[in-house]
């Protein structure tokens, strides 16, 4: 890809420099087609292991296998977090498979509450794989349908450049409360995966990007979120309780959630983006 980006690159130089008209050397969408293609790949991978990996969640749940399903579940929904600025696409399916009871009128007792929450709400509040069984049947076809929708679509440039944003305000917004995994409380293992989402996009533009310093507070504050969620880490890979959370930390991450949504909502006019 780096090797098509270059000669794009020169191609628009060299007519510049035998007079062509500006404009054409300022077109952005050219410079996209790299890192929209290898995001691509990306969404692909991870579309992937979200059908496998819910395959075996579902599979440890029709066994009855308590512990096995709770311990698949934060992992399973890591590779749908990294992707959700394409996933959220699809309203239909982001509703039945990542919606929260609070969407529903009846909440957690709504017969429409379907998806990863409801079977967190089972394995966790009920503490039991038993009736979960068809909301486990519902959660794979939804994957896989979102696998194959996602296949076929066409990647709107402003959904990706605007994703690492959308990925960080929604933290802001919603998830630094420990609203979305309240009965697991494994949110941190979202955070994780929301903020790599969000920094595989910002990577794929950052060669793009004129403004250095610009670059430099990006990285930066990537680099100091990163810190604060290495401190709950578990050795055996994945994190710790949200609940474990303290509330230095929690303001810490929130500032950086922050600063990093706001700077990187400017990434679209940074490359002259409408
Ligand atoms: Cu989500």
């Given at each position: 890809m780096a090797a098509k980006l270059?000669?794009?690159?020169?191609?628009?130089?060299?007519?510049?420099?035998?007079g062509a008209p500006a404009a054409l050397a300022a077109d952005p969408s050219l410079d996209l087609v790299g890192p929209l293609s290898e995001y691509k790949i990306y969404v692909a991978e991870n579309t992937d292991q979200l059908v496998t990996d819910?395959?075996?969640?579902v599979a440890a749940i029709k066994a009855g296998d308590l512990?096995?399903?709770?311990?698949?579940?934060?992992?399973?929904?890591?590779?749908?977090?990294?992707?959700?600025?394409?996933?959220?696409?699809?309203?239909?399916?982001?509703?039945?498979?990542?919606?929260r009871a609070d969407d529903y009128e009846k909440g957690e007792k709504d017969e429409t509450f379907t998806g990863f929450h409801r079977i967190e709400y089972g394995l966790w509040e009920t503490g039991s794989t038993r009736g979960l069984e068809g909301y486990a049947d519902r959660l794979l076809a939804d994957v896989k349908d979102l696998n194959n929708r996602i296949n076929a679509l066409t990647f709107p440039p402003e959904?990706?450049?605007?994703?690492?944003?959308?990925?960080?305000?929604?933290v802001a917004a919603t998830k630094i409360s420990g609203e979305e995994d309240r009965y697991s409380h494994t949110d941190l293992w979202d955070f994780d995966a929301n903020f790599a989402g969000s920094k595989e996009i910002y990577d794929l533009l950052r060669p793009l990007i004129a403004d250095k310093d610009f670059v430099a507070r990006v990285d930066g504050n990537f680099a100091d979120a990163g810190k604060v969620l290495e401190k709950y880490r578990m050795s055996g890979g994945g994190f710790v309780?949200?609940?474990?959370?303290?509330?230095?930390?929690?303001?810490?991450?929130?500032?950086?959630?922050?600063?990093?949504?706001?700077?990187?909502?400017?990434?679209?006019?940074?490359?002259?983006?409408?």
């Open positions: 270059f000669t794009t690159g020169a191609l628009v130089l060299g007519l510049a420099a035998v819910t395959e075996a969640l512990d096995r399903a709770k311990a698949l579940f934060a992992p399973t929904r890591t590779s749908y977090e990294k992707i959700e600025p394409i996933a959220e696409l699809f309203a239909d399916l982001d509703g039945s498979i990542d919606a959904v990706v450049v605007g994703g690492a944003a959308a990925l960080m305000e929604e309780s949200y609940e474990k959370l303290t509330d230095a930390d929690r303001r810490i991450l929130a500032a950086k959630v922050n600063t990093l949504a706001e700077d990187l909502s400017t990434l679209r006019g940074k490359l002259g983006l409408a």
